[in-house]
T-cell receptor, first 113, second 113 residues
Framework: GESVGLHLPTLSVQEGDNSIINCAYSNSASDYFIWYKQESGKGPQFIIDIRSNMDKRQGQRVTVLLNKTVKHLSLQIAATQPGDSAVYFCAENRQNAGNMLTFGGGTRLMVKP | ETGVTQSPTHLIKTRGQQVTLRCSSQSGHNTVSWYQQALGQGPQFIFQYYREEENGRGNFPPRFSGLQFPNYSSELNVNALELDDSALYLC????????????FGSGTRLTVV
């Protein structure tokens, strides 16, 4: 079936190291992807997005990479900080799906001081 | 500029009862979407409202219904509550089209006993 999933449920990194969170999607019609950060007791917070006509996009300390050949998406966080500890979701939107986002199951990022 | 606000923050209901959850969208956003997030999972799309009409629906039964008001605020109603309806219910507002960005509220935690 069509799905957006994540490879690892939990990722533990040392403060200051770089973090890489991965996501696989199965629908080749997916053309817009978003990474969200969700802290305990809060709703998902937009981090960065990428359209399918791009393979890389950079923000402040974050980079999203898109490999359409293998239907893989990754979020890289540079110099991970304790405030980055949260659950990270990738989400997919398709051109004909209106506002509907399909979320993966999430990866919990734990930053060790 | 205010964000998305949801009420109540927590709610406990008995199986078989009905519940109404409320959402005020971010200023200028005329599209509201509702998501259900079970514990440890990613959000799942319930439906979206635009111009006071349902404009897209996920795989949820008819006992999940909604309303959108002229001021773009919205309600989610769930009838005949089941234990599996226990979840965090998230409201997200946007301009038409998810590619313009969603803003999520912090959600309503519903517990059905």
């Amino acid at each position: 079936g069509e799905s957006v999933g994540l490879h690892l449920p939990t990722l533990s990194v040392q403060e200051g190291d770089n973090s890489i969170i991965n996501c696989a999607y199965s629908n080749s019609a997916s053309d817009y992807f978003i990474w969200y950060k969700q802290e305990s007791g809060k709703g998902p917070q937009f981090i960065i997005d990428i359209r399918s006509n791009m393979d890389k996009r950079q923000g402040q300390r974050v980079t999203v990479l898109l490999n359409k050949t293998v239907k893989h998406l990754s979020l890289q966080i540079a110099a991970t900080q304790p405030g980055d500890s949260a659950v990270y979701f990738c989400a997919e939107n398709r051109q004909n799906a209106g506002n509907m986002l399909t979320f993966g199951g999430g990866t919990r990022l734990m930053v060790k001081p | 500029e205010t964000g998305v606000t949801q009420s109540p923050t927590h709610l406990i209901k008995t199986r078989g009862q009905q519940v109404t959850l409320r959402c005020s969208s971010q200023s200028g956003h005329n599209t509201v979407s509702w998501y259900q997030q079970a514990l440890g999972q990613g959000p799942q799309f319930i439906f979206q409202y635009y111009r006071e009409e349902e404009n897209g629906r996920g795989n949820f039964p008819p006992r999940f219904s909604g309303l959108q008001f002229p001021n773009y605020s919205s309600e989610l109603n769930v009838n005949a509550l089941e234990l599996d309806d226990s979840a965090l219910y998230l409201c997200a507002s946007s301009l038409p089209g998810a590619r313009y960005g969603y803003t999520f509220g912090s959600g309503t935690r519903l517990t059905v006993v």
